[in-house]
């Protein structure tokens, strides 16, 4: 079991910028990659940026160049930094963890989700 933990949302106007925050705790050493997704009203949660445990990284190319999502291995904690934040990008955020557990012969992935901040970009 992994426990997510966001913080750093909040009401920005367009151009500014902000940081979110995700803590993990529990197995968080069967985690192989972690995320932020964001949801809209009345939308599908789409993925907004990921990164392996390996390290590589993978963004939506909506925030290609302007976000850039990191990782703290020692706090636990994963990390996105928004710049040039737009109206559009108004929504909830969502942290998420994938983690692969092995029981004897079997394996299997879970995935995790935070409790979500909103994020507010007025124009």
């Known amino acids: 079991q992994v426990q997510l933990v966001e913080s750093g949302g909040g009401l920005v106007q367009a151009g500014e910028s902000l940081r979110l925050s995700c803590t993990a705790s529990?197995?968080?050493?069967?985690?192989?990659?972690m995320g932020w997704y964001r949801q809209a009203p009345g939308e599908q949660r789409d993925l907004v940026a990921q990164?392996?445990?390996?390290?590589?990284?993978n963004y939506a190319y909506s925030v290609k160049d302007r976000f850039t999502i990191s990782r703290d291995n020692a706090k636990n904690t994963l990390y996105l930094q928004m710049n040039s934040l737009k109206p559009e990008g108004t929504a909830v955020y969502y942290c998420?963890?994938?983690?692969?557990?092995?029981?004897?012969?079997?394996?299997?992935?879970?995935?995790?989700w935070g409790q979500g901040t909103q994020v507010t970009v007025s124009s």
């Open positions: 990164v392996t445990s390996g390290g590589s990284t």
């Open positions: 998420n963890a994938k983690t692969k557990n092995r029981k004897g012969w079997s394996t299997w992935e879970d995935d995790y």
């Open positions: 529990g197995s968080v050493g069967s985690i192989i990659r």
